[in-house]
């Protein structure tokens, strides 16, 4: 299964900032999304990262907040904008192989805003 | 959005215990997956079910796809130490995946 590395793997940031957050795919993926973990909770998809368009939001995710980038098969960035200390979650990359559905996932970018 | 119900929300067992949590939800999915989460690791794939009344195993796991698409079970047989973690469920209904609300599972030595 695909490899997929994120970068940072952690940071502390300013509120008010933003901060880009980079996954990259050791192979090429159909689909790749973005979710949010919550301290102590389960994972919430933010989004669908679409190759060459903008991406899909779940319901209560928006793009000036997450503006998100795919501008090939192997790469997408996640931006948290604005950033307050109620964004300070972890953020998970994933992507899915053709239609095995082998979900694999990036290890995750702790942020933490003071 | 939707969250998938897990049960039991943690469980502290003695080491050699066979380990059973399931998920349930109101909306039927066509493929349940189990992963495990470790402390700063995302969550790693454990098992797929992609039919109803499908029983799969992987070495000491096995889980099982529920008949009426709605629920799911995953048993961990002869629980190790390296057995820690928190477990989540997660329904798949087209190309998204809903997460359960996760089981943590502490292994006594």
């Known amino acids: 299964s695909a490899v997929i590395s994120q970068k940072p793997s952690r940071d502390i940031c300013q509120r008010g900032t933003s901060l880009t957050i980079q996954c990259q795919v050791d192979?090429?993926?159909?689909?790749m999304f973005w979710y949010r973990q919550q301290p102590g909770q389960s994972l919430t998809l933010i989004a669908t990262?679409?190759?060459?368009?903008?991406?899909?939001?779940e319901s209560g995710f928006v793009i000036d907040k997450f503006p998100i980038s795919r501008p090939n098969l192997t790469f997408s960035t996640l931006t948290v904008s604005n950033m307050s200390p109620e964004d300070s979650s972890i953020y998970l990359c994933s992507g899915v192989e053709g239609i095995s559905f082998g979900y694999t996932f990036g290890s995750g970018t702790r942020l933490t805003v003071v | 959005g939707q969250q998938l119900n897990q049960s039991p929300q943690s469980m502290f067992i003695q080491e050699g215990e066979d380990v059973s949590m399931n998920c349930t939800s109101s909306s039927i999915f066509n493929t349940w997956l189990w992963y495990k989460q470790d402390p700063g690791e995302g969550p790693v794939l454990l098992i797929a079910l992609y039919k109803a009344g499908e029983l799969t195993s992987n070495g000491r796991l096995t889980a099982q796809f529920g008949i009426t698409r709605k629920d799911s079970f995953l048993n961990i047989s002869a629980s190790i130490p390296s057995d820690v973690g928190i477990y989540f469920c997660?329904?798949?209904?087209?190309?998204?995946?809903?997460f359960g609300t996760g089981t943590q599972l502490k292994v006594e030595l």
């Open positions: 997660a329904g798949q209904l087209g190309n998204k995946l809903t």
């Open positions: 192979s090429q993926v159909t689909m």
């Open positions: 990262a679409n190759q060459g368009s903008e991406a899909t939001y």
